[in-house]
């Protein structure tokens, strides 16, 4: 799933 | 992290120091935005609800948390003290900015990673950002004199645009599974508005005289 991982971005 | 979201996070971090030096030190606001500034408010607002919930780095943590003082200040500033509020430009500042509101949050029930609340309101606080310079640039074309520090934040804002940009193209190359189509479109629609603006910005300072933007 692509949308899994913890948005990192500012 | 790469050097172009660095670098990426760096502009934009002065972008902010710059327009909180000319209302801190010169107590003025003038050709400053305060639409633009309320919807970053809401922007950031909306965007970090994660801070309580997942933490990424102390780097992270600590941007988002200067990024939600910063903006809320500079609100205060301009609604509430009482030197700088005096400075505002109210009447140029005319962009109906609660009619963007709406459209970026519907777009953000339909188009998102995920049907819940936090992914909502990410998808709409990357859709409300994408717009969020509109106000401030139709001032700008409004305002005869404008003065360097503002040319020079919006300037500095473009810029971390433009940056994150090239920050996607490098992961998107090197991480296998980094594909975040809904920040890339806005994103990319968000650096776009930003052509005109660089346009004359650079015309600026290539002949040394100062900004102006057509009507």
């Given amino acids: ?10 | 992290m790469n050097l172009f979201r660095l670098a990426g996070d760096m502009t934009h971090l002065v972008s902010v120091v710059v327009l909180l030096l000319k209302i801190h030190t010169i107590k003025s606001c003038a050709g400053v935005s305060l639409k633009t500034q309320e919807l970053y408010a809401l922007v950031f607002a909306a965007r970090y609800l994660d801070l309580f919930v997942h933490f990424v780095s102390l780097y992270n943590t600590v941007m988002k948390l200067v990024f939600l003082a910063s903006s809320f200040t500079i609100v205060w500033y301009m609604r509430r003290h009482k030197i700088v509020r005096r400075t505002y430009d109210k009447e140029h500042d005319t962009f109906r900015h609660h009619f963007i509101v709406l459209p970026c949050l519907v777009l953000g029930l339909l188009l998102n990673e995920k049907f819940t609340f936090r992914e909502v309101m990410w998808a709409f606080s990357i859709y409300l950002e994408a717009v969020a310079i509109l106000p401030q640039l139709v001032l700008l074309q409004r305002t005869r004199n404008i003065d360097n520090l503002t040319a020079q934040y919006v300037f500095f804002l473009g810029a971390y645009r433009v940056l994150y940009i090239f920050n996607w193209i490098y992961r998107y190359f090197t991480e296998p599974h980094f594909v975040h189509w809904i920040s890339w479109i806005a994103g990319i629609v968000q650096t776009l508005l930003y052509g005109d603006f660089f346009y004359y910005y650079i015309l600026s300072w290539k002949n040394n005289v100062k900004l102006e933007l057509p009507a």
């Fill in chain 1, 1 to 10: 799933d692509l949308s899994q991982d913890v948005k990192d971005e500012l």
